[in-house]
């Protein structure tokens, strides 16, 4: 895995501030997977708006993450085993998807582009 982070601050001090907010963010983008958790398919990945989630069977609270981590919406599936989500709001670029279940929590990227 390659990742780069561009960086400009007016002292050295700052570029080093900078530079540890860089690392500590690129720390809290990686997906995080419960061992207990099936395996979540978002596709298609890129998606220019509509993306298909199939989920575990039972109840799932479906989040739409910005990069920074803020909540942009909330969806809750009572059961079954897929869920579509409308992503044609949101601007080109990275966002997370979070899916809570009784079975766990798992976090994956998502890229929405034109």
């Known amino acids: 895995m390659v990742a780069f982070a561009v960086l ?6 700052e570029l ?3 530079a540890d907010a860089a690392a500590s963010r690129y ?13 979540v398919a978002l ?8 993306l298909q989630v199939d989920l575990p069977a039972g109840p799932a609270t479906i989040r739409v993450l910005s990069v ?7 969806y809750s599936v009572p059961g079954g085993r897929s869920a579509q989500l409308d992503l044609s ?3 080109s670029g990275l966002y997370l998807i979070q899916i809570s ?14």
């Not at 400009?8 to 001090?13: G, T, V």
């Not at 720390?27 to 207990?36: N, W």
């Open 8 to 13: 400009a601050a007016p002292s050295l001090a």
């Open 16 to 18: 080093q501030v900078a």
């Open 68 to 74: 920074l981590g803020q909540e942009l919406r909330v």
């Open 101 to 114: 279940t009784a079975g766990g929590t798992t976090t994956q990227r998502v890229v929405r582009q034109l």
């Open 27 to 39: 720390r809290q983008v990686l997906p995080v997977r419960s061992a207990s958790l099936p395996v």
């Open 89 to 91: 709001a949101y601007p």
């Open 43 to 50: 596709y298609p990945n890129p998606t220019t708006g509509r």
